[in-house]
T-cell receptor
């Protein structure tokens, strides 16, 4: 079965507001997690990643939080812009360092003007 | 620019035909990954290469799927006797040049099987 999933399929936020996209994973042995953004007709675009020995990592306008106790991952986007509208996927590494990633189904983020 | 190009970008074929897709990393990477993405779903890992060696085959969807990376640079993914259920986006990914764990995806090949 699917080991990575998302709580909400669609999230609508006002432009300028902060958004939080959530993800649950089931493989407690996963050691690496990534967030991707995918716009229509394009391949997934890397946003930010985090190793399992961390609980928070910040990038430009984005923050990823990892809670290993409840196996939960979140992506926070600050001051959302129209260009943030896309589908967001969390993914976990299956193990071994060079294995493929397991993706969830995605959350569609809609930015309202 | 992710450093990965894929060709063709779109392919329409009739059921039963064979198709081949190509992935070209712009710079040299020892690892290369193939994924499939169906509508409304996240990418699904298929296989990956370490240089010329294909290290993971068990996730290929059926024996109709095969992949090669003959010189350790570009890679091809072939689907024989295509079925309508093969319609999907086929994505190629390579790791970062800095040696990190990130995977950077190409634009994908959209396959439609009629």
């Amino acid at each position: 079965g699917e080991s990575v999933g998302l709580h909400l399929p669609t999230l609508s936020v006002q432009e300028g507001d902060n958004s939080i996209i959530n993800c649950a994973y089931s493989n407690s042995a996963s050691d690496y997690f990534i967030w991707y953004k995918q716009e229509s007709g394009k391949g997934p675009q890397f946003i930010i990643d985090i190793r399992s020995n961390m609980d928070k990592r910040q990038g430009q306008r984005v923050t990823v939080l990892l809670n290993k106790t409840v196996k939960h991952l979140s992506l926070q986007i600050a001051a959302t812009q129209p260009g943030d509208s896309a589908v967001y996927f969390c993914a976990e590494r299956m193990g071994g360092g060079a294995d493929g990633l397991t993706f969830g189904k995605g959350t569609h983020l809609i930015i309202q003007p | 620019d992710t450093g990965v190009s894929q060709d063709p970008r779109h392919k329409i074929t009739k059921r039963g035909q064979n198709v081949t897709f190509r992935c070209d990393p712009i710079s040299e990477h020892n690892r290369l990954y193939w994924y499939r993405q169906t509508l409304g779903q996240g990418p699904e890992f298929l296989t990956y290469f370490q240089n010329e060696a294909q290290l993971e085959k068990s996730r290929l969807l059926s024996d109709r799927f095969s992949a090669e990376r003959p010189k350790g640079s570009f890679s091809t993914l072939e689907i024989q006797r295509t079925e309508q259920g093969d319609s999907a986006m086929y994505l190629c990914a390579t790791p970062s040049t800095g040696g990190g764990n990130e995977q950077f995806f190409g634009p994908g090949t959209r396959l439609t099987v009629l």
